[in-house]
């Protein structure tokens, strides 16, 4: 009895350990899968938060590589070589990039990174930022989380960082926010474009009301009472519009009335102007031909001209011959004018000579006559 006694606790004993065993390694495996290791490539360099001439300074920076692939991972290891005289105490930015497997921002990062001033973390899965996640950064002063899937932000998610005084939130998917989250802060710079609730930015203290007006009016709730009542007033608007628009489309249609009747009548007036147009091109050809006659015409005249003036010449010459011909003419008339007018003297002599011998006594049986001549 003893002896099973004994056996049955030694049996119990090892099941206990191995169950314990597994317990550790269990935990331990726990413990691994759920913790992250940062490796960082230390730089020292100028950085200019959000473009301002104000903001540029010199940081010691972490580009961070990191390892494991399991949500609401808590930081256990940092490795890297730093610079020269550089601690991890003398971080002052921290930047995380293109993890699409990364939701949230991890934690822990106080543990080996105390004094950050700047976060970037960019184009991962991150939907919304939670106060406890910004406590680990008591100094921060610029939050970069630009190009994330960000939609909200936690409520008073800044209490424990009163020091920001500059965000990107810019391509993201914010589209509800609290009333006043950002009224705790300072800010030189909030940018929010391409957003779902808001697409604006303010990169001086001057102008960062107006966004901060736009932030509550549109990404909150009381965003969504001003709206309901705008809407109210759009829609009264609208029903206004309509009337008039339904006014307007009776004016329209009138009008179009008007216009097909122009249309008819300008129908008619272009048939015409294109009758107008062919018989207007019918007389250009015509008037064209008749062009090419009164150049013909024009040679054939100047053609004659030139001969007229030729017969004109001759004319002239044949005006004077003639001339001279009628004087020579002239001459002769009077000539036979003088032997006329001698010739008659002649005959009245010649009859005087024939009356005296018609009447002159001649012895009988003699016979004179005088025979003229």
């Known amino acids: 009895m003893e002896n099973l006694t004994l056996s049955f606790l030694r049996i119990t004993r ?71 005289e550089q601690t991890n105490e003398d971080l002052a930015m921290l930047i995380i990039e293109r ?53 909200t932000l936690e409520k008073d998610v800044f209490q424990f960082t009163p020091a920001v005084k500059g965000i990107n939130l810019n391509f993201n998917q914010i589209k509800r926010l609290s009333i006043n989250i950002f009224g705790s802060l300072n800010l030189d710079f909030l940018k929010m474009n391409q957003n779902v609730c808001i697409n604006d930015k303010a990169e001086t203290p001057q102008n960062m009301y107006r966004v901060l007006v736009v932030v ?57 102007l294109n009758e107008i147009t062919e018989e207007l091109a019918t007389n250009i050809r015509e008037t064209e031909n008749l062009n090419l006659k009164v150049t013909n015409l024009t040679s054939k005249n100047e053609e004659l001209i030139k001969r007229g003036m030729i017969q004109e010449e001759r004319l002239l ?6 001339d001279t011909k009628i ?15 001698e010739n008659e003297e002649w005959i009245d002599k010649v009859e005087r000579l024939e009356y005296i011998v018609n009447h002159i006594s001649y012895p009988i049986g003699t016979n004179y006559s005088v025979t003229k001549q």
Not at 120 to 137: S, V
Not at 327 to 341: G, M, Y
Request: proline residues 2%; contains cysteine; glycine residues 4%.
């Open 327 to 341: 004087r020579q003419i002239e001459n002769l008339d009077l000539k036979i004018s003088d032997l006329i007018s």
């Open 216 to 272: 509550d009016v549109f990404c909150t709730p009381l965003g969504d009472r001003i709206q309901e009542e705008r809407l109210i007033e759009i829609t009264e608007d609208l029903e206004m519009n309509i009337m008039e628009t339904e006014s307007l489309n009776l004016k329209v249609t009138n009008l179009t009335s008007d216009n097909e009747e122009l249309i008819k009548r300008g129908m008619i007036q272009e048939e015409r």
């Open 317 to 322: 010459q044949i005006s004077e011959e003639l």
């Open 14 to 84: 090892k099941k206990t350990l191995v169950v314990t065993l597994v317990l550790v390694i269990t935990i331990n495996f726990l413990q691994i899968t759920e913790s992250m290791e940062i490796d960082c490539d230390f730089v020292s360099t100028t950085f200019n938060a959000g473009g301002l001439i104000d903001a540029v300074g010199i940081y010691y920076i972490c580009f961070a590589t990191l390892s494991g692939e399991i949500e609401n991972m808590n930081v256990t290891e940092v490795t890297g070589e730093h610079m020269e």
């Open 99 to 151: 993890y699409a497997w990364l939701t949230e921002i991890p934690l822990d990062i106080d543990k080996f990174f105390p004094n950050i001033e700047v976060f970037q973390m960019r184009h991962t899965q991150m939907k919304t930022i939670r106060a406890f996640e910004l406590q680990q950064f008591p100094n921060l002063e610029y939050l970069i989380v630009d190009s994330n899937q960000l939609e």
